[in-house]
């Protein structure tokens, strides 16, 4: 079993990029499922195979611990740990070839509590890759695609996993061509920065985007649409490049 975590900031597309991407590997004649891992969760555009709500119940945990909405899907996100061998017990059951984890719409409960870390590392999977996010509408600005870039970073290092970067939204993105040079040419994309923004923001985002540089982090984005499905393709060929060594899905 393959599995796909998607991380992301909230209203990036993360559940329909997880519907979309079960659905791919299904007309593939791969069998994939999906899993929810948000608590807090109210509607998703797919019915999870394996549901997290099925253990934990956020207006319980309110309820028992007399918190309010925000510490209580702190604390559920928390709980997750602890349903982690009921959880795969669910997923092992259904046989999947791919599990594709949707993550909470809250990405810093997953990402920056030990929780999620700790679920990612433990979870059984013959291999296991993150999709990182850049919502499309936000990061058509360059000041805010370094700034993400940043964030992007500072995830891969919490998480310690393979990631590949997505960038979600492309029907709604006029200038995509414009977001992936930048996203591939640190050189392209500084000089945009200063070019839309010669201010503070321009030499701030100019250091950081140096910085991720020189660590080595890059982020060649690969544009995806949920709507048209544009660039599935591509995105599943990232995808086996890490997860199958390059072997294609069958068909």
């Avoid at 060929?237 to 390059?246: D, F, N, T, Y």
Wanted: glycine share 6%.
């Amino acid at each position: 079993m393959h599995t796909i975590f998607v991380v992301g900031t909230a209203g990036s597309g993360k559940s329909l990029l997880t519907l979309n991407l079960a659905e791919w590997y299904k007309s593939k004649g791969a069998h994939s499922i999906t899993v929810n891992l948000d608590p807090g969760a109210l509607n998703l555009p797919y019915e999870p195979d394996v549901d997290v709500r099925e253990y934990i119940d956020l207006q319980q945990v309110m309820e028992i611990y007399g918190l309010g909405p925000n510490g209580a899907m702190i604390l559920s996100c928390d709980l997750i740990a602890t349903k982690l061998s009921e959880l795969q017990e669910d997923i092992d059951e259904l046989t999947p070839d791919y599990a594709i984890i949707d993550t909470p719409g809250q990405m810093e409960l997953f990402a920056y509590r030990e929780s999620g870390p700790f679920i990612l590392k433990n979870i059984r999977a013959d291999s296991k890759a993150v999709l990182f996010l850049f919502d499309g509408v936000l990061v058509s600005n360059p000041v805010n695609l370094v700034s993400m870039m940043l964030l992007a970073t500072s995830v891969q290092l919490r998480l310690a996993s393979p990631q590949i970067p997505v960038l979600t939204k492309k029907d709604l993105v006029k200038n995509v061509r414009d977001v992936v040079e930048w996203s591939s040419n640190p050189t392209a994309l500084e000089a945009a920065v200063y070019s839309s923004s010669p201010s503070i923001e321009s030499l701030l985002s100019r250091g950081i985007l140096k910085s991720v540089v020189r660590l080595g982090f890059g982020y060649n984005l690969i544009p995806v649409s949920s709507v048209t499905l544009d660039g599935m393709l591509n995105l599943a060929a990232a995808l086996s490049r890490i997860l199958r060594a390059g072997e294609e899905v069958e068909d």
